[in-house]
């Protein structure tokens, strides 16, 4: 297979190879960044990075390893979160997040401006 | 020397990566808990030895940057030892050297990267295996695990954005690392891809490098995480990302227009916010998380707009980073978590070894006289000042008087104020003899720290050179 190319102007059908490959790229990370549902925002992750895997193919050796790094990070995610589900029995952000608050308002696990003032 | 070290040399630091790796996989299998500790660690300081006798023969940047990695990787598997055990049930003590190891491997193997898959794919492997680690914490605090995850999140967020700006530049460009990067972009100036590509590409590095504003990931998994992994993701992961970061600087600056000045507004954003956030925190974790986020953008700023002067200096001050960073970590960690500032009242009683340390780390930081913070600091002020970006010296020492703030808060608290009944200070009881090991590597980062406050004149002519190879090697300069 030959290798992608952007500087080839005639070369169409890689450009909208690199269009799909981008707009799968913005679609991961707007559902990573977007979403209140940590296993939405880990899958919006592993598609943005399955999208620039797929950008460097044809320019560098040794993608193979990246691949593996991606899963394991992936995976990572996922066990965590299953941690999480159990700790918090959501797995909603928002949610999360006002369980932490409501844990520091009773002084388990102080944040920035509390239990430390100078007074 | 190196008719002296001939199996050394044919060894070279380049292998340090793969032995680090190779022993992280054996020791997983390794049935013994405390006994794979004592391997790993064994293994850690053998391949820093290793890595140093390299960088003594090989020269370069490189190797000496790989080789002061593997030496903090070591420190810090040697300092977790205690922390380890203190702080997880003994059955997840299997799981945790492979990981430090693993983890190691990776930050050595990110800074001795050339291309860019490499770079990213090491990267990618300090952060899980640390981000792994951290998310053990939960199993004390459920605050830990969503931190993790959330780390988890950001940073994978950012490794994407690295991923597709590294595939951008080399769809259009050919350019598959550092090294070859000057010659086609020059090639190509103001192409829309190549910039989309350098510009995810630095924004990716940033994130990871907890560079202000993708640096959220890195304070409440500082403030809720387990204690050694404080020094691990606070010191080592970062560190290596930031690396890789100036090192694009450099490749990039000269040859793209506008690319070093986008950097070094992205580095002084940085020193603002951090120096802000420090400055309002009153949780010791978190005000140290954002010190070194202001640390950084100083360093990013230095290296974008000072020239091969500037380059070194913010090569010194990545050192400097190093040690402070093992410095004021180590001391945390042994700390109860959470820890508001106020569980410093009166360290300098409960323990004035660490007490030192904590005091000496933060005089660095701030950049008092006498430390190698200071003339990190000073160097850096003077190149900006030589390339004609006064307000760029005028914003490092403004960031450096802010740090007199909150470092001299804690400064006040841990020395001068007495242990106060409102916080639980007393620390869990020390059971292991191995709870003490944190005490050597202290000790080497502290005589470390002051001995560069005295005499820095070997570590500036090193981080001249360093400057000299990075430039070489790239075929340019900011």
Not at chain 1, 79 to 99: C, P, S, W
Not at chain 2, 114 to 142: E, H, I, K, M, P
Not at chain 2, 149 to 168: H, P, T
């Amino acid at each position: 297979m030959a290798p992608l190319t952007l500087a080839d102007p005639a070369d169409l059908g890689a450009r909208a190879l690199m269009v799909l490959v981008l707009i799968l790229f913005l679609a991961g990370l707007g559902l990573a960044l977007g979403s209140q549902h940590v296993v939405k925002r880990l899958i919006g992750v592993g598609l943005a990075q399955a999208a620039g895997l797929v950008a460097l193919i044809g320019t560098a050796d040794g993608l193979g390893a990246l691949a593996a790094v991606q899963a394991g990070f992936l995976a990572l995610g996922l066990a965590t979160a299953v941690r999480v589900h159990e700790a918090y029995g959501t797995l909603e952000v928002d949610r999360v997040d006002a369980q932490d608050e409501a844990d520091t308002a009773h002084g388990l696990a102080p944040g920035d401006g509390d239990r430390g003032d100078d007074a | 020397m190196s008719a002296l070290v001939p199996p050394l040399a044919a060894l070279s630091v380049d292998t340090v990566p793969a032995l680090l790796l190779a022993a992280a996989g054996i020791i997983a299998l390794l049935p013994f808990r405390v006994f794979g500790l004592w391997v790993g660690a064994l293994v850690a300081l053998g391949a820093a030895g290793l890595a140093v006798v390299s960088a003594m023969v090989q020269g370069g940047y490189h190797a000496p940057a790989m080789a002061l990695m593997a030496v903090t990787v070591a420190a810090a598997l040697l300092s977790a030892g205690g922390a380890i055990l203190r702080d997880l049930p003994a059955e997840k003590h299997t799981l945790v050297v492979p990981l430090v190891l693993a983890g190691g491997a990776g930050a050595v193997g990110a800074v001795g990267s050339d291309s860019f898959v490499a770079l990213l794919t090491w990267l990618g492997l300090t952060f899980a295996a640390y981000l792994a680690l951290a998310a053990q914490g939960g199993s004390r605090d459920r605050g830990g695990s969503a931190a993790a995850l959330q780390a988890q999140i950001q940073i994978g967020v950012s490794l994407a954005m690295a991923l597709m700006g590294a595939g951008l530049i080399g769809q259009t460009t050919g350019a598959a690392g550092l090294t070859d990067l000057a010659t086609p972009l020059s090639a190509a100036p103001g192409n829309r891809s190549v910039l989309l590509g350098l510009g995810l590409l630095a924004i990716g590095l940033s994130g990871m490098a907890a560079v202000a504003p993708m640096h959220l990931w890195a304070a409440p998994l500082q403030a809720r995480g387990p204690s050694y992994g404080l020094v691990l993701l606070g010191t080592i992961a970062p560190l290596a990302a930031l690396a890789g970061l100036v090192r694009l600087v450099v490749a990039a600056g000269p040859v793209v227009p506008g690319f070093a000045l986008a950097l070094a507004l992205l580095g002084a954003l940085s020193a603002v916010i951090g120096s802000l956030q420090a400055m309002a925190g009153r949780d010791f974790r978190r005000v140290l998380a954002y010190a070194l986020t202001a640390q950084a953008g100083v360093a990013l700023l230095a290296v974008a707009l000072g020239g091969a002067a500037g380059l070194s200096a913010g090569l010194f001050h990545l050192v400097n980073l190093v040690l402070v960073g093992l410095l004021v970590w180590l001391v945390a960690a042994g700390l109860p978590s959470p820890t508001p500032t106020l569980a410093l009242d009166g360290l300098l009683r409960r323990s004035p070894f660490r007490a030192a340390c904590l005091l000496v780390g933060l005089l660095s930081l701030l950049g008092a006289p006498l430390t190698a913070g200071f003339l990190s600091k000073w160097r850096m002020i003077e190149a900006l000042i030589a390339a004609g970006h006064a307000w760029a010296a005028a914003l490092v020492i403004l960031v450096a008087l802010a740090s007199v703030f909150y470092c001299g808060r804690l400064i006040e608290r841990a020395v001068f104020r007495a242990q106060g009944a409102a916080f639980p200070t007393d620390e869990p009881p020390r059971t292991h003899p191995l709870t003490l090991v944190p005490t050597p590597s202290l000790a080497l980062a502290l005589a470390v720290c002051l001995y560069l406050g005295l005499e820095a004149r070997g570590a500036l002519a090193v981080a001249g050179g360093a400057a000299q190879a990075v430039l070489a090697g790239v075929g340019g300069g900011p």
